[in-house]
């Protein structure tokens, strides 16, 4: 089981970007996801999360311009996540790291994602 991570990139300030992670493999169930985001010599923090059932939440920092989402629990995507980011500022240039927290498992990460925002 690994995670796969997709999006990212360089935008200019004010502008938008969707990244999405899959839950690749075996999966039974469906599990909490989110992103965190990696500044060079920073400790990871907290971006987004959804629960199993949907329920989502947010750092300060990106509420009300990012949101989180993710597959239909009745879908082969249900263990896919989307993170959409909208208004984007020079501060939310980071590495991001997608998450699944996988029964049995444990957390797993995805092999992350450069966001540059920059004019």
């Known amino acids: 089981v690994h995670l796969v991570e997709s999006g990212g990139g360089l935008v200019q300030p004010g502008g938008s970007l969707t990244l999405a992670c899959e839950v690749s493999?075996?999966?039974?169930?469906?599990?909490?996801m989110g992103w965190f985001l990696q500044r060079p010599g920073k400790q990871r923090e907290l971006v987004a999360s959804?629960?199993?059932?949907?329920?989502?939440?947010?750092?300060?920092s990106v509420k009300g311009r990012f949101t989180i989402s993710r597959g239909n629990a009745q879908s082969s995507s249900k263990n896919t996540a989307y993170l959409t980011m909208n208004n984007l500022n020079t501060e939310d240039t980071a590495r991001y790291l997608c998450?699944?927290?996988?029964?049995?498992?444990?957390?797993?990460w995805g092999q992350g994602t450069q966001v540059t925002v920059s004019s």
């Open positions: 959804i629960s199993s059932g949907g329920e989502a939440n947010y750092a300060d």
């Open positions: 998450y699944a927290d996988i029964r049995i498992i444990g957390m797993t």
């Open positions: 493999g075996s999966t039974f169930g469906i599990y909490p």
